[in-house]
T-cell receptor
């Protein structure tokens, strides 16, 4: 176990639904990340939350909305998604500027 | 903007061979370089982290080297085993940032 958990592990939703992905880290880290992994594309950073900053990838559509209520929890709120948003969504955590990133198992999202 | 290239994209070898996976990056002003392993449909597992001041790191049958000046890293896998079958990802931060940019990965299959 990596100490980073994600729920749900699988999600199927229609384009009009609203859902949320949850990530929790038990490693005492101070930075958390959301990544999108689509078939045949590099891992794409979506958002970063840390003590120092919040970073957004400007290419991420507004139908994805992150929330980080504290250093251990990270959410990704989803609304009116498109079929091309179907992908594996990965959460990671780290100590800022040190150490490696630790990844959760991912949520496999399918948008119908 | 950091660009990370991994060669080869795919590799299929018989068990027992020694392997070299390559990673190149365009911006050499980096904090570190990481190698990850990803099994199908799963999250990423950190294999080796090389700090910018280091030349190499070793863990068991894995050895990773870093040549910052030429923008290259190699991952050497000794005496490959079927259990090594996975996708291997190289991740390098953009200049001055701790946030990594990922390559597309090398998909490795080791046949018994």
């Amino acid at each position: 176990e990596t100490g980073v958990t994600q729920t749900p592990r699988h999600l199927v939703m229609g384009m009009t639904n609203k859902k949320s992905l949850k990530c929790e880290q038990h490693l005492g880290h101070n930075a958390m990340y959301w990544y999108k992994q689509s078939a045949k594309k590099p891992l794409e950073l979506m958002f970063v939350y840390s003590l120092e900053e919040r970073v957004e990838n400007n290419s991420v559509p507004s139908r994805f909305s992150p929330e980080c209520p504290n250093s251990s929890h990270l959410f990704l709120h989803l609304h009116t998604l498109q079929p091309e948003d179907s992908a594996l969504y990965l959460c990671a955590s780290s100590q800022v500027r040190r150490d490696t990133q630790y990844f959760g198992p991912g949520t496999r999202l399918t948008v119908l | 903007k950091q660009e990370v290239t991994q060669i080869p994209a795919a590799l299929s070898v018989p068990e027992g061979e020694n392997l070299v996976l390559n990673c190149s990056f365009t911006d050499s002003a980096i904090y570190n370089l990481q190698w990850f392993r990803q099994d199908p449909g799963k999250g990423l597992t950190s294999l080796l982290l090389i700090q910018s001041s280091q030349r190499e790191q070793t863990s068991g049958r894995l050895n990773a080297s870093l040549d910052k000046s030429s923008g290259r890293s190699t991952l050497y896998i000794a005496a490959s085993q079927p259990g090594d079958s996975a996708t291997y990802l190289c991740a390098v931060p953009s200049g001055g940032s701790y946030i990594p940019t990922f390559g597309r990965g090398t998909s490795l299959i080791v046949h018994p």
